[in-house]
């Protein structure tokens, strides 16, 4: 087995990685319509504080002209109380307009990025292999995938248009107050934004903990409430209701648990903001009162330094909210990312080719192979499946006959030695040829949520309605199809189960016979049938593998008596092979569970 690439290092809270993993969406390579759109909405981020800090002026010459104070320049004077106090309705309309033109502007920007990353993640989950399928938790996958998407979102969001303009409109702020006042007014408002901060920073980094615990406790009570639904029947099987029932309340106990102590975390940060924030407003308001009675400010500056005050504590609070979002953001995203991170099993090289088929001769040379290194499951199987030909594959339960099928598939790699397809090794050609020039019909038939016309076309791409059903036909379930009311657009249900087992495999079978690949596996391909229904899928299957190389994976000996060859594995070895007559000639292994199964039958019957 090949070693996987390393994952990330980094911790999962480490902001900076996922900041750097998110930039390039927002100023991606050769997508210029993104960069101007992002530029313009910059610009009128920058139109919109430029007007929001000038806003303030017009509310202080009204004030000023109502009291008979005024001092502003002639063109001020000239507007009069009322026109001034429609110029500062106008300068705060202009503010949102200017916002809001921004999110229209950037709109088009974060859903392209959010389209992509989703579809990102989607192509990297189906390119994983098939250990980390077996190993996943769907439900759990599925909430962080939520999870990330929408942190992506908020991040590219409020990253672009909230914590850089939110310096520079406090900068701005800070030089208007100083220049227009005193130098200690400055030095206040520097005090205060700098205590808000750190202790907005720190509290928040204790609550990004505590949002961590409830995430785990969120995905494990998802994960257990899917897994539940998944097995419906077998809760029902063994009346298991209350067991699920209670299992999911722990789970959600330990989320309530984590929650509520978020809650209060939250409260006690948004208590001290307020201390803090107050107490700076206080002493600015103090000190502008002090100014007024002492006549060297008017009613107006006063009036402009609450303005001002109060101009600095909203995007102050939000500032609270944004880096709590973008926090708890970067831990729903690093979880993601991580995912993303993991590399496959089995990747193909990179100079891999595709495959060529001309007979379909396969071989597999003194293979070895374990799914976990203490365990093999392989140990040095040699085995030649001439092209055109059937060969059967027996044994007991665990002997390694289904795994032959998983590596030729290219589902894992070998661990040692060779599985090579008309000379040609599997690892060393694409793996997208491989799945094309091999048709699979697995034990257990999984359908999607659709019709049944739809996962039978789901064999190719593209293909029509006579060749859907003209496999259907093949597959010995046309009849019942054309019998349902609504035919091929009858809806089969989640992962099928609105068709009996039987009825599935068949719709397995025709999606396989539709795909016309010149290599069949058949994974106990008609362990779900009835006998007579068996017999007819089989006359299929052997019509089907003519002129195509077919191995036949069967428990069932009955169903590959007539195979060009059966081999017979045991305990990862091949212990006989040679065709049904004379393996029974022998009197070995494969006559020993050929009796037994006689018997079975016999006592069936």
Do not use: C
């Not at 990297?124 to 962080?144: D, F, N, Q, V």
């Not at 969120?218 to 209350?242: H, R």
């Not at 209670?246 to 978020?262: F, N, Q, S």
């Not at 729903?332 to 993303?340: G, K």
Request: a negative charge; hydrophobic letters at 45%; zero cysteines.
């Amino acid at each position: 087995m090949r070693p996987s690439a390393p994952t990330t290092t980094e911790a999962p809270g480490n902001g900076w990685s996922v900041i750097r993993r998110v930039a390039p969406y927002l100023w991606p390579e050769g997508q210029t319509w993104v960069k101007r759109r992002v530029v313009l909405a910059l610009v009128t981020l920058f139109a919109a504080k430029v007007i929001a800090v000038g806003t303030p002026f017009f509310y202080k010459a009204a004030v000023d002209a109502l009291a008979g104070e005024s001092q502003e320049a002639a063109w001020m004077l000239a507007l009069g109380a009322i026109g001034l106090t429609v110029a500062y309705g106008m300068a705060r309309l202009l503010n949102v307009g200017f916002q809001q033109l921004r999110d229209v502007i950037f709109a088009r920007v974060a859903q392209r990025a959010l389209r992509q990353l989703a579809l990102e993640t989607f192509q990297h989950i189906h390119a994983m292999s098939l250990r980390y399928h077996t190993s996943r938790k769907t439900g759990g996958l599925s909430r962080i995938i939520e999870r990330g998407v929408k942190g992506v979102e908020f991040l590219l969001r409020f990253l672009l248009f909230s914590i850089g303009p939110l310096i520079l409109e406090l900068l701005m702020i800070a030089l208007v107050l100083w220049t227009l006042f005193d130098f200690w007014y400055l030095v206040v408002v520097i005090g205060v934004i700098a205590a808000y901060v750190a202790f907005t920073f720190k509290v928040t980094e204790w609550r990004v903990k505590l949002r961590r615990q409830m995430n785990e406790q969120d995905t494990d009570a998802n994960q257990k409430a899917i897994d539940s639904l998944l097995n419906f029947e077998t809760v029902k099987y063994f009346g298991a209701e209350n067991r699920e029932a209670t299992r999911y309340d722990a789970a959600m106990a330990g989320y309530e648990t984590a929650a509520l102590k978020t809650s209060y975390s939250l409260a006690f940060l948004n208590f001290g903001q307020s201390v803090l924030i107050t107490g700076g407003l206080v002493g600015v308001m103090v000190m502008a009162a002090m100014g007024v009675q002492s006549g060297a400010m008017t009613v107006g500056d006063f009036v402009m330094v609450n303005a001002y005050m109060i101009q600095i504590t909203m995007p102050l609070n939000f500032l609270g909210t944004v880096y709590r979002e973008i926090r708890q953001s970067l831990v729903d995203m690093a979880e993601m990312f991580d995912l993303l991170e993991q590399s496959p099993d089995v990747r193909d090289k990179p100079d891999a080719k595709d495959l060529k088929v001309d007979g379909g001769r396969i071989e597999l040379d003194d293979v070895f192979f374990g799914y976990e290194p203490e365990r093999p499951i392989l140990k040095g199987v040699s085995l030649t499946v001439p092209p055109g030909r059937t060969v059967a594959i027996v044994g007991s339960t665990g002997s390694g006959k289904s795994t032959i099928g998983r590596l030729l598939f290219r589902f894992y790699d070998v661990q040692s030695g060779a599985l090579k397809i008309d000379g040609q090794d599997v690892r060393d050609v694409s793996q997208e040829s491989l799945h094309d020039a091999i048709g699979v019909v697995p034990q257990d038939t999984v359908l999607f949520n659709d019709t049944v016309g739809y996962n039978i076309a789901y064999g190719r791409d593209g293909a029509t309605q006579d060749e859907i059903e003209e496999a259907a036909r093949a597959a010995q379930i046309h009849d019942f199809i054309a019998s349902l009311p609504r035919g091929y657009d009858t809806q089969v249900g989640e992962r099928g189960l609105k068709l009996s087992g039987g009825e599935k495999q068949r719709v397995g079978i025709a999606r396989t016979l539709l795909k016309n690949p010149p290599i069949l596996l058949l994974d106990e391909a008609t362990s779900a049938l009835d006998t007579e229904t068996e017999q007819d899928i089989q006359d299929a299957l052997r019509r089907a593998g003519q002129g195509r190389t077919v191995i036949t994976i069967a428990h069932r000996l009955s169903t590959v008596a007539d195979a060009d060859r059966i081999v017979v594995l045991e305990e990862g070895r091949i212990v006989e092979e040679g065709t049904h007559a004379d393996l029974l000639t022998r009197g070995g292994r494969y006559a020993g569970l050929w009796a037994r199964q006689a018997s079975e039958r016999e006592e069936a019957a």
